[in-house]
């Protein structure tokens, strides 16, 4: 089986996993950290990442988007406790692999700090301080990395300061580093343009230019070290034209403007939530997209130049087997 980075030079797309959580929470496993079912479910974790590998997905990623030692530490879960949850997390993917009996990738989830960071409160009293931040993403990355991940899926991020500690951490393991923003649609008063912003701010052009100023790297250019470039969930209440597929179509566009013209080779992922999620009569979250919805939209993001492609909240086996489907006809 070729490396992860070598697939990455074959033009043909990759197709990732879906949500976890909410696969955990079908099963019936509701925690106070979702991470820590790597512990006390892990034959139900392993079948999660079966039924994605089943499904037809190339790529997936390890239950470990809430494994940071900042989160762990609010579920009694600390120091070498929270380091052990990351690397079980790893393991299983593994052997969920060896189980499907299908080659397959497996991704070191980061997610985001539980709150905003220093570097972007200006502050410790509003912000977590930046130096808690980084030994968090230093111990997952370190974790997740002996545990035996592929390449390391740093996700969800609403702060591109964020973003770039996590791959300052990471690519000291020499392996992959995708890093995903998650965005809202913004509208520039001025221009009229729109523009796709995390909470904290940061557009897809701002993600860039924080990689590449080193300012969180040691006056290190962070972009040599990233392979991919993407968005995902981003949910929005309001606006069906920017949620789900047409939200990763758009996406997709402002990403590739943002680093056109970059001198490194970056490939754009693209996961986003199965739509609007709405509560039902039993007050159950549902999603607006199924699955033919998301796949009869998956031609178009591919064209726009997505060559990684999943889900995010709401979607399930049968949306990334819709996808396969797809991305497997002739």
């Known amino acids: 089986m070729t490396s992860f980075k070598q697939r990455l030079s074959d033009p043909r797309p990759i197709l990732y996993d879906g949500g976890f959580g909410s696969q955990l929470f079908a099963r019936g496993i509701e925690l106070v950290n979702s991470t820590i079912a790597n512990d006390t479910h892990p034959e139900a974790v392993e079948d999660i990442h079966v039924d994605y590998l089943t499904a037809g997905a190339e790529a997936i990623g390890t239950n470990t988007f809430v494994a ?26 593994r052997r969920a692999v060896e189980r499907s009996g299908r ?3 497996v991704g070191g989830s980061m997610g985001p700090s539980p709150g905003a960071i220093e570097a972007d409160s200006g502050d410790t009293v509003f912000g977590i301080p930046n130096d808690k931040v980084r030994d968090a993403h230093a111990r997952l990355s370190a974790a997740l990395a002996e545990g035996g991940v592929d390449f390391f899926m740093i996700e969800t991020q609403f702060s591109a300061n964020e973003a770039a500690i996590a791959i300052d951490e990471a690519r000291h393991h020499g392996l992959p580093i995708a890093v995903s923003m998650t965005y809202k649609c913004t509208v520039d008063r001025t221009s009229g343009e729109v523009v796709y912003r995390t909470d904290w701010g940061h557009s897809p052009v701002d993600l860039v230019e924080v990689l590449a100023s080193g300012d969180h790297s040691g006056s290190v250019d962070l972009l ?8 995902n969930c ?6 069906d034209e920017h949620t789900g597929m047409p939200y990763a ?23 986003p939530n199965a739509g609007m999620p709405t509560l039902n009569k039993e007050m159950e979250t549902t999603y607006s997209q199924s699955p033919a919805d998301m796949a009869g939209a998956l031609p178009a993001l591919l064209e726009e130049g997505a060559t990684i492609v999943g889900g995010c909240c709401g979607t399930e086996p049968a949306h990334i087997a819709a996808f396969r489907e797809v991305l497997d006809q002739p």
């Open 68 to 93: 940071s030692a900042l989160h762990l530490e609010m579920a009694d879960r600390e120091g070498q406790a929270a380091d052990a949850i990351a690397r079980l997390a790893a393991e299983n993917a």
């Open 234 to 239: 981003g949910a929005e209440t309001r606006r």
């Open 224 to 231: 040599p070290f990233v392979d991919v470039i993407g968005l």
């Open 249 to 271: 179509i758009e996406g997709t566009r402002q990403i590739l403007k943002a680093v056109e013209g970059k001198d490194t080779p970056i490939r754009v992922m693209a996961y």
């Open 103 to 105: 080659e397959a990738y």
